[in-house]
């Protein structure tokens, strides 16, 4: 059996007549929903600068205790990325434009998938959640260390 198996539907009780797959337009609703819903929220951060103060609450941990965690910026790069300024963006938060990046990658694969009326899942092995993790931790000790300066927003 492949890999890329193709979507099979339960079969119908007996007696019942057979069902149609659904068009491709309807299987793409709920991809098309979700970067609807994204858009939205890039559009707005786009518009509303979160270096004006006032439009957005500032990230609790750095209120609370001057330390910078894994999303501070997140706002910045996200603004950055909009306006189309790729070096800010990764200078605010270069984990954010990994992150962008890495869901247009996976939002392009489900749409095309859901299309094409194959199911798709993102289970990432446990090693990849643990570097990611890791790699977050120190990505958070550096830029708040005299050193990691160049890492701050």
């Known amino acids: 059996m492949s890999a890329e198996s193709e979507y099979v539907p339960a079969p119908a009780p007996a007696g019942a007549a057979p069902t149609r797959p659904d068009p491709p337009l309807r299987r793409l609703l709920v991809p098309l929903g979700v970067l609807g819903a994204v858009a939205a929220g890039f559009a707005y951060v786009g518009a509303v600068d979160p270096g004006e103060p006032g439009h957005y609450p500032a990230c609790p941990l750095f209120r609370l205790t001057g330390l910078l965690?894994?999303?501070?910026?997140?706002?910045?790069?996200a603004h950055a990325f909009v306006h189309g300024d790729l070096g800010t963006a990764l200078g605010a938060n270069a984990p954010a434009v990994l992150a962008y990046l890495a869901f247009a990658v996976l939002w392009t694969t489900w749409a095309v998938r859901s299309a094409r009326g194959r199911s798709f899942s993102v289970v990432p092995p446990t090693a990849v959640l643990w570097a990611t993790g890791a790699l977050l931790a120190v990505f958070t000790v550096v830029r708040n260390l005299p050193v990691g300066g160049w890492l701050r927003p």
């Open 69 to 77: 965690c894994p999303g501070c910026g997140g706002l910045r790069s």
